[in-house]
């Protein structure tokens, strides 16, 4: 994804998902008890990465489209 307020989306995505477990290795990984998902900001260019693993397809489908539309808000500069 390209996204101009990369430090925003993380401060936004450590209160979207308060209180699950995070890891600050290399990125943002957020767990939750059916699925996780990692986000790696570039220090070079505006590109974040996103994976996401799941326990089940349907579930998959469902935090993609939410984190798709999450992130989709970061494309420009804001105030968080």
Do not use: C
């Amino acid at each position: 994804f390209t996204v101009e307020d990369k430090k925003g989306l993380i401060k936004a995505l450590e209160k979207e998902y308060k209180g699950h477990k995070m890891s600050y290795f290399d990125g943002l990984t957020i767990t939750t008890p059916n699925y996780w998902f990692y986000v790696r900001i570039s220090n070079t260019q505006n590109l974040i990465r996103l994976n996401i693993e799941s326990k089940n397809v349907k579930e998959l489908k469902k935090i993609k489209l939410k984190l798709t539309k999450f992130i989709g808000v970061f494309r420009k500069k804001r105030n968080v």
